[in-house]
């Protein structure tokens, strides 16, 4: 049985297999309050799939997962998300029928049950909130525009704009950057130093020099298990961590 | 700046005139230029668009492709059917069978007591509340044993479809409690009104385009709530919504449940307005051509599934009566047309199409600005 902490979130000898391949095996990871984690590593080292078995999409096979002291393996997706974890896909996951203002509008965290949903009103207290989460992800002027007509990188930020609205203590963002140029990247980093102000955040990346500019602490995965953990000059100037991903 | 879009508000009010035209037609056109013999055969493809108003909610607007509409269209004007035979086999009317009191189909069938599960219909309040009720209640365990369990896309078509190929064989199967191959037959009266005369195919049409336009701003009133984007959002991005707090299965349970319950009232309407329910609109034929009137007028539009049904029933009606067998190669043909053409139907040429070229000296057309069109579902 784990222990419990003092970490806002702690993994402790998670292990989940697909078909008899252990994608993550026997790992330890703990987030500390406040603090941005940068989760990187070889593809298939199994960073996805960590942020699966936090947010509840895969089960785990071994292991506990605490948030704030509670055991979440056995909760729901929904559920998840309702105590404070949210989660950004690689891919812009967003409702590409839906209007900026509706995308972000069905992320505030209220009337999230049939009847609540049925009888929902736009409040002054709602378009107040979804506006001031479109200036923070720049897209105040893009408020009645079709999702889909966004571009890439817009896209990225409404995602991320649709977890802000969520207000969750853990954001989870999985390759924020991927895709963006380098005007975006510069953007995004600024927006990311402003959300985690009041949060935790596991951020996973393959762009080093975006890393550099974020991290806090950087835990290397490897073969589903953690290779490496420290700040980023630690971990840059470990062996093993050369041998198996920087040194590509 | 508003808060809502303006090219929603357009679409809405562009629905309005939809509706406003629809009533027109059905409740003024049809009447004044029909005489009873066709127009209780619209108001016979009217309770089909029922059912089309619930495929616009759980298939256009949710994703969720349910091909076996008919049983639950079925399972209402079976409801209604029940009450009206039980009314028509009073001992006096029903003297001559070994058991007097029980409806003919089952004396015939060496039943002589009313089956526990028939008693109940008696009571026409009952009755009413089955037409909904029971429809309700089967997409709801049906939702949750698959909703729950993600079961989705074409798994769910295909066991919505199985289903209404099951409930034919056992209506058929178990013709003294059901009527059997022929249905429940030799309706007529509704608390002593004689539901056969002309007068009373006038108010059951009258009654029949008040439901369904009651139907319609349901379903619009659902599609304008966050519900309805929230709908949206599901067929678009399901993760991103569990990942955003919400139990998506509820959502799909509701959204069926609500489409059912909608095929069950136009179910028993149908009964009402010809006189007779059998097995023969229950099963995967008129299950997957409900389907096709809801495509063909568009899968998104509430305006364009009503238009869509009558369109293609009138074109059935005249196209059988000159040509028999060749109505149902027609008919697959333009669903082809449909899926491969225009996917969005009969309402997505017109907002698409048609308007955009009014646009110019109309301001209607402003709102109608083409959008690219989705992919078809699965």
């Known amino acids: 049985m784990a222990s419990n902490t003092d970490f806002l979130l702690a993994l402790e000898g998670v292990a989940v297999s697909f078909d008899g391949f252990r994608a993550v095996d026997g790992l330890n990871l703990y987030v500390d309050y406040g603090e941005l984690r940068v989760i990187i590593g070889p593809n298939g080292a199994g960073k996805t799939t960590v942020l699966d078995l936090i947010c509840g999409r895969t089960r785990t096979s071994e292991g506990s997962i605490k948030f704030k002291n509670q055991e979440i393996t056995a909760w729901k997706e929904q559920e998840i998300v309702r105590r404070g974890i949210g989660r950004k896909f690689q891919t812009p996951t967003i409702y590409e029928d839906l209007t900026v203002f509706e995308n972000l509008e069905l992320s505030v965290p209220r009337g999230r049950d049939v009847f609540g949903a049925l009888m929902w009103k736009r409040t002054p207290e709602v378009i107040e909130q979804v506006r001031e989460v479109a200036k923070m992800i720049f897209l105040r002027d893009q408020l009645e525009r079709p999702a889909e007509t966004l571009s890439h990188g817009q896209k990225q930020w409404l995602e991320i704009g649709m977890l802000l609205i969520q207000d969750p203590e853990l954001l989870m963002l999985d390759e924020p950057v991927a895709g963006m140029s380098v005007a975006e990247r510069a953007k995004t980093a600024a927006l990311l130093k402003e959300i985690i102000k009041n949060r935790s955040v596991i951020v996973i990346e393959h762009d080093m020099q975006f890393v550099e500019s974020i991290a806090h602490r950087v835990t290397v995965m490897h073969q589903g298990k953690v290779l490496a953990e420290g700040d980023m000059q630690t971990v840059q100037n470990n062996p093993k961590v050369k041998e198996v991903y920087l040194g590509h | ?378």
């Open chain 2, 1 to 378: 700046m508003s808060a809502v879009p303006s090219f929603r508000l357009d679409n809405r009010r562009l629905e309005l005139i939809g509706f406003a035209l629809i009533a027109l037609v059905i409740l003024v056109l049809l009447p004044s230029v029909l005489d009873i013999f066709r127009l209780n055969l619209f108001g016979k493809y009217l309770t089909y668009a029922f059912v089309a108003i619930g495929l616009v909610l759980c298939w256009g607007h949710t994703g969720i492709l349910s091909l076996g509409q008919g049983l639950f269209f079925g399972l209402g004007g079976y409801a209604m059917a029940a009450f009206l035979k039980l009314e028509a086999s009073s001992v006096a009317n029903t003297k001559i069978q070994s058991t007097p009191g029980i409806p003919d189909f089952m004396d015939w069938n060496q039943i002589t007591a009313l089956p526990f599960f028939w008693v109940p219909l008696k009571s026409l309040p009952f009755a009413l509340f089955a037409v909904i009720a029971v429809p309700t209640l089967l997409s709801f365990i049906l939702g949750a044993a698959l909703f729950k369990r993600r079961v989705g896309g074409v798994y769910f078509a295909i066991i919505t479809q199985a289903l209404a190929a099951v409930m034919t064989i056992l209506i058929v199967g178990q013709q003294g409690y059901t009527g059997g191959i022929n249905g429940i037959t030799d309706l007529r009266t509704l608390l002593g009104w004689d539901i056969r005369t002309d007068s009373a195919k006038y108010v059951l049409y009258f009654v029949c385009c008040l439901l369904l336009l009651g139907t319609m701003f349901t379903a619009r009133f659902v599609l304008a709530s966050k519900l309805g984007r929230i709908l949206v959002a599901v067929r678009d991005k399901e993760d991103r919504v569990r990942s955003s707090g919400y139990d998506v299965a509820n959502y799909k349970i509701f959204i069926f449940c609500l489409a059912s319950a909608m095929a069950g009232i136009g179910g028993a309407m149908f009964t009402l307005q010809v006189g007779f329910m059998s097995p023969s609109f229950v099963g995967i034929v008129p299950s997957i051509e409900l389907v096709i009137f809801c495509a063909v007028g568009g899968r998104q539009s509430i305006v364009g599934a009503v238009a869509g049904t009558l369109l293609v029933n009138w074109a059935k009606t005249l196209f059988s009566e000159a040509f028999p067998e060749l109505w149902l190669f027609a008919m697959g043909g333009l669903f082809i047309a449909v899926v491969v053409a225009f996917p969005r139907g009969l309402a997505g040429i017109m907002t698409d199409q048609i308007l955009p070229r009014l646009g110019s000296w109309t301001t209607l057309g402003r709102s109608a600005e083409p959008r690219p069109a989705p992919t078809p579902a699965e």
